[in-house]
Structures are given as structure tokens and as C-alpha cells.
């Protein structure tokens, strides 16, 4: 059935939002709602959707991972994804906006995209948590964690034009006042080349670092 919706609310650095549908008097069973904050790697779970228009198809598998950040090329750039549920579940074209649920048919996270050279799954499918939708709709706030500055990716032609000693790193263009670099000390013009022992070689790769 269809039903006219109402926003609740949003997060957009995850890509989720909340809808709230007018019944009209219909009856609906909701779907119990668990806390994504429980999962643990190895955890059995269930993928919900309609993949390539297959209605109502159902895929299972474990959790791989959790706090996975990945980045994805898109038409109009690269977009960062932090802080999701890996699963080997089957998530294909079709399943995203679907429910990730764990063994006892609780709610546990939104599927959301793949990392897949074909665009079909390959075992490598990731869910935003859940706990996102209960904040939203208890109207909190969904906090992630932050830098504070804005950086630009170090290539051998530009350091070359600035007159940098490093070829690769992210280079702080600015620096947000107050914010957590600024008071751990960086400064705009500083180039980030290390993070306890990963390298970094991007502005991207700081981000997900």
C-alpha cells in the first residue's frame, strides 16, 4: 500500500533519513527494533530487500566487521562512508534501504552500499547502524567523530609547485577554530603524512584514517 509521508528527520553523512507514514487507520506490524551497539563480529544476520526487483528476498550471513569506513567514486566525486556494518550477507541493487537483522529478526542496521569491481555483491556489503534511526527518532543529534580542518591531497606536481619536501599527504588548507586540531596543535599549511604508523597519502585517506 502507499501512504504520504512526513520527515522526521536526518543524518546526511550517512545517507539516512527518517520517514513517518500516515496509516490512515491501517494496521501494521512493525519490526522489533535491536540495538546496533551489541553487535559483534561473527554475529549471524539476515539482509532484507529486492534485489534486482526480486520482492520480499531475504540473504544471510555474519557480521565481518564493524566501524568500517569506506570511500566510493560517484558522478560528482568521491563520498566517504564511516562507522558502518560489514556483512558477507548477499546485498545487491535492490537491497539498499532494506532491514539488516540479527538472528531473532530485530532491526540492527539499514542496508546501504557494496564494494564490488562487477556492481554485484561479492561478500563485501555494508549497513548504517541502526542506533542512527532510534536517535533521529528519539530527535537527538547523530554524532560522528571529527577533525576540524579541511585538507587537499599532496601530489608530486603540486608539491613540486609549492615547494614541499613531501610528494604525498594531506595538506591542511584551514583549520577550524576551537575544533580538535586545531587544539592538538595544526596549522594550516601543515601536511599530514602519518597517523601512529599508517601512512598517509591523501586528503581522503585522513578522512577515513
Known amino acids: 500500500n502507499s501512504y504520504v509521508g512526513e520527515l522526521v528527520g536526518s543524518d546526511p553523512s550517512s545517507d539516512l533519513a527518517v520517514v513517518k507514514a500516515d496509516l490512515e487507520g491501517d494496521s501494521v506490524t512493525p519490526i522489533e527494533v535491536g540495538n546496533s551497539d551489541e553487535l559483534v ?5 539476515m539482509a532484507i530487500g529486492s534485489p534486482y526487483g526480486l520482492d520480499q528476498s531475504v540473504s544471510t550471513g555474519i557480521v565481518s566487521s564493524l566501524y568500517r569506513s569506506t570511500m566510493l567514486p560517484g558522478a560528482s566525486g568521491n563520498t566517504i562512508y564511516t562507522n558502518l556494518i560489514q ?3 548477499a546485498i545487491n541493487p535492490g537491497n539498499s534501504g532494506g532491514a539488516l537483522v540479527d538472528d531473532e529478526g530485530n532491526l540492527v542496521g539499514i542496508n546501504s ?19 542512527y534511526a532510534n536517535e533521529i527518532i528519539a530527535g537527538e543529534p547523530v554524532l560522528h567523530a571529527y577533525i576540524g580542518l579541511s585538507a587537499q591531497s599532496v601530489t608530486p606536481q603540486n608539491a613540486s609547485r609549492a615547494g614541499l619536501s613531501v610528494t604525498q599527504g594531506a595538506y591542511v588548507a584551514s583549520v577550524t577554530d576551537g575544533g580538535p586540531a586545531a587544539k592538538a596543535g595544526i596549522k594550516e599549511g601543515d601536511v599530514i603524512v602519518k597517523i601512529d604508523d599508517q601512512d598517509i597519502v591523501s586528503a581522503d585517506g585522513l578522512i577515513l584514517a
Open 41 to 45: 563480529v561473527g554475529d549471524w544476520v
Open 87 to 89: 556483512t558477507d550477507a
Open 113 to 131: 552500499i557494496i564494494q564490488s569491481e562487477s556492481g554485484s555483491s561479492a561478500g563485501i556489503g555494508f549497513a548504517i547502524p541502526g542506533n
